[in-house]
């Protein structure tokens, strides 16, 4: 391991995503309470998820052209401050008593299709402002953060805010994307990710630039792919999840939520060591261990009626999906051409959105058809397929040599750096 340090780049782009993570957070706490209090249309209510997941399949790929295309700090504070527009005109509503549910929705896609942008020019802008021997780190950090804020802090205090007022909750979301922009604003120097003649092509083509690019990495495509199908799989557990906790464990209101405590828990213990962790047991064996855990939580949620059990496989995959997550993003920034890095980065995410969309929609007709643990039946046998089929993947060979080697060029002409040199 280098001596080099997370400096205040990092710190700066670190407390931007922690402070948004926050403000979304309690946005997201509040939006259904607001439609709750006006409609019991259970249409209506769905909607919002809808209108969440919406602009992840709509904007992905496009959002990774135009990472690629632009200074992608600048994309990121104009994206902060439109976001800041929306939430301040929709709170000022709320407060004239002018805000309807659709004016809502409205918002919620503008603030949605924002975060699919900048979330894969920040994934790209990483790898500028971090030394590569850090990236676990930086990562884990960034993980941790989200947890904190968004999945243990923003529950509780958007609930609380919406209380005092309806608008209050979106009126610190747009303080905390506006305190986001400042912050961005600060890092130094140039972001861009390739030179402006590479704008004249088109979109589509920009697109399957990144999609060969990323079907040609044996071990980035196999980790894309993998999420976006596990994704399928446990978005179906949690969708049936309420129904599995009152039905066959028992529990009540708050020991559902408890469930989704440990879970965060083990993601937050996850984040916090993860780069530590992951030196340890090699990122092969992280890997690995983390599939196995899938099936785990599959298997548990299938068989256990024990709420002990099955929250204790809840914090396991808590662990294992945030040292999931640091490794998949560390070792895509380090074997990315910094020309690529928001398609590809996009294509991922595209994938994930995929995954949770069906998930969604499949766990409910699954457990509906066959039964209340169907979905966690099915998802067990799909990850011990997933198992057998990738275990030679992630052999130790590979991963180290993805971990050796710096970033290899793009392809075509030759393009500037992602922004100025490592900490």
């Known amino acids: 391991m280098t001596g080099e340090r ?35 249309d259970p249409l209506v209510v769905s909607a919002g998820a809808a209108v969440s997941w919406l602009p992840w399949l709509l904007f992905a790929l496009p959002g990774g052209v135009l990472a690629d295309r632009v200074d992608r700090r600048r994309l990121m504070v ?14 000022a509503a709320m407060l004239a008593g002018r805000a309807g ?50 999945n243990m802090v923003a529950g509780p205090l958007g609930g609380f805010l919406f209380v005092l007022a309806a608008a209050v909750p979106f009126a610190l979301n747009a303080g905390t994307y506006a305190l986001s922009a400042v912050l961005v604003g600060l890092l130094a120097g140039s972001y861009r990710g390739a030179p402006a003649a590479a704008g004249a092509r088109s979109v589509r083509a ?37 129904l599995l906790a009152t039905e066959r464990l028992g529990l009540g209101p708050v020991g559902y939520g408890v469930l989704f405590t440990c879970m965060a828990v083990g993601g937050l213990l ?37 709420a002990a059990v099955v929250g204790f496989a809840l914090f396991a995959f808590g662990v294992h999906s945030a040292l999931w997550n640091i490794v998949a993003n560390s070792l895509r920034q380090r074997l990315t051409p910094p020309a690529l890095m928001g398609r590809v980065g996009s294509t991922t995410l595209f994938l994930a959105a995929g995954g949770n969309c069906v998930g969604a929609l499949l766990g409910g007709v699954v457990a509906a058809r066959f039964g209340i643990t169907a979905p966690y039946w099915v998802g067990f046998v799909v990850a011990v397929v997933v198992i057998a089929a990738t275990w030679r993947v992630f052999d130790r060979a590979t991963v180290a040599a993805a971990y050796a080697e710096p970033a290899p060029e793009a392809p075509g002409p030759a393009v500037s750096a992602a922004g100025g040199p490592a900490a």
Do not use: C, K
């Open 101 to 150: 549910v659709a004016l809502l929705y409205v918002v919620l896609f503008v603030v949605n299709t924002g975060e699919v942008v900048f979330r894969t020019a920040a994934q790209a802008v990483l790898p500028a402002v971090v030394p590569r021997a850090r990236l676990e780190r930086a990562n884990g950090w960034l993980s941790g953060g989200t947890q904190v804020m968004q």
């Open 6 to 40: 997370l400096d205040g780049r990092f710190a700066r782009l670190w407390a931007a995503s922690t402070l948004s993570a926050l403000g979304s957070g309690t946005a997201t706490v509040a939006a259904p309470l607001y439609v709750a209090a006006r409609t019991d």
């Open 270 to 306: 996850g984040s916090v060591v993860g780069d530590r962790l992951i030196a340890a047991l090699t990122a092969t064996w992280t890997v690995r261990v983390g599939l196995l855990v899938e099936a785990g939580l599959h298997l548990a949620l299938a068989a256990s009626r024990s």
């Open 78 to 91: 104009l994206i902060d401050w439109v976001r800041v527009g929306a939430l301040v005109a929709l709170a």
């Open 206 to 242: 920009e697109v399957a630039e990144g999609f060969r690019w990323l079907s040609s990495q044996r071990l980035l495509r196999t980790m894309a792919l993998l999420i976006g199908l596990l994704n399928v799989t446990l978005t179906a557990a949690v969708a049936v999840l309420v």
